[in-house]
């Protein structure tokens, strides 16, 4: 049977496929961004988490496809399984214009029907971001696209293969994320191993988001 979402950084997390349609699903990906990322190996199996690109477009059709209702049911049940509260949107690939809606549909759903469900994750669509500010960061490729924005950022740093988060009027608390951990350029103690549940628990990284503690104003 299908499984939709793999364990990832302590997080069950949704890959869809990688690189620019029609080959994946990073519409908005950078020249940058795409000179420095494994898609561009052709990867037909992503070692990290052990999926094949043809699997992903499985996972991609049911989440286009499938009932929303079947989709947040079967989401709750998989993280259940994998243990963590942690919903991580767009593990690999992204949300292309065309899916704005319905991922929207979903996210909105999953809140109303499953609150307990904790959902995050990146995105390049401003359109999805905007709508969501208290699930998804905004991926930008400089500080000068942040300003006077409110919500939360992750600037790639490609030397250092680490994600900085950050936000306009402030620098996130133990936000720089990645490959092994996420550290804090202040406070060391703030530093942990990559995983999503310390960062959830220690209010860093992306938790470390005055937008979570904003009413989302849905209504059931
Ligand atoms: S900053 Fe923390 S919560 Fe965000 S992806 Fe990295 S480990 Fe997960």
């Given at each position: 049977?299908?499984?939709?979402?793999?364990?990832?950084?302590?997080?069950?997390?949704?890959?869809?496929?990688?690189?620019?349609?029609p080959?994946?699903?990073?519409?908005?990906?950078?020249?940058?961004?795409i000179?420095?990322?494994?898609a561009?190996?052709?990867?037909?199996?992503?070692e990290?988490?052990?999926?094949?690109?043809?699997?992903?477009?499985?996972?991609?059709?049911?989440?286009?496809?499938?009932?929303?209702?079947?989709?947040?049911?079967?989401?709750?049940?998989?993280?259940?399984?994998?243990?963590?509260?942690?919903?991580?949107w767009?593990?690999?690939?992204?949300?292309?214009?065309?899916?704005?809606?319905?991922?929207?549909?979903?996210?909105?759903?999953?809140?109303?029907?499953?609150?307990?469900?904790?959902?995050?994750g990146?995105?390049?669509?401003t359109?999805?971001?905007?709508?969501?500010?208290?699930?998804f960061?905004?991926?930008?490729?400089?500080?000068?696209?942040?300003?006077?924005?409110?919500?939360?950022f992750?600037?790639?740093?490609?030397?250092?293969?680490?994600?900085v988060?950050?936000?306009?009027?402030?620098?996130v608390?133990?936000?720089?994320?990645?490959?092994?951990?996420?550290?804090d350029?202040?406070?060391?103690?703030?530093?942990?191993?990559?995983?999503?549940?310390?960062?959830l628990?220690?209010?860093?990284?992306?938790?470390?988001?005055v937008?979570?503690?904003?009413?989302?104003?849905?209504?059931?």
């Open positions: 049977m299908l499984k939709l979402l793999r364990p990832f950084t302590g997080a069950g997390a949704v890959f869809f496929p990688i690189g620019l349609p080959k994946g699903t990073c519409q908005f990906a950078t020249p940058k961004c000179a420095s990322c494994y561009e190996y052709d990867v037909e199996y992503d990290e988490v052990r999926i094949s690109q043809k699997e992903k477009w499985q996972i991609y059709k049911y989440f286009m496809e499938c009932p929303i209702e079947w989709i947040c049911d079967k989401v709750k049940e998989e993280i259940d399984g994998l243990q963590t509260p942690i919903f991580h767009f593990g690999s690939g992204d949300c292309q214009t065309e899916n704005t809606d319905r991922i929207l549909a979903i996210t909105n759903f999953m809140s109303l029907n499953h609150p307990d469900v904790v959902q995050m990146f995105t390049r669509n359109k999805l971001w905007e709508a969501r500010k208290d699930v960061a905004l991926t930008v490729e400089n500080d000068s696209e942040i300003k006077n924005r409110e919500g939360i992750s600037v790639p740093d490609y030397k250092k293969q680490v994600s988060m950050t936000a306009a009027a402030y620098r608390r133990g936000g720089q994320c990645g490959p092994d951990d996420c550290s350029l202040d406070e060391p103690k703030l530093s942990h191993d990559i995983n999503c549940q310390m960062c628990r220690m209010r860093t990284g992306c938790f470390d988001n937008m979570r503690d904003k009413s989302t104003n849905l209504k059931k």
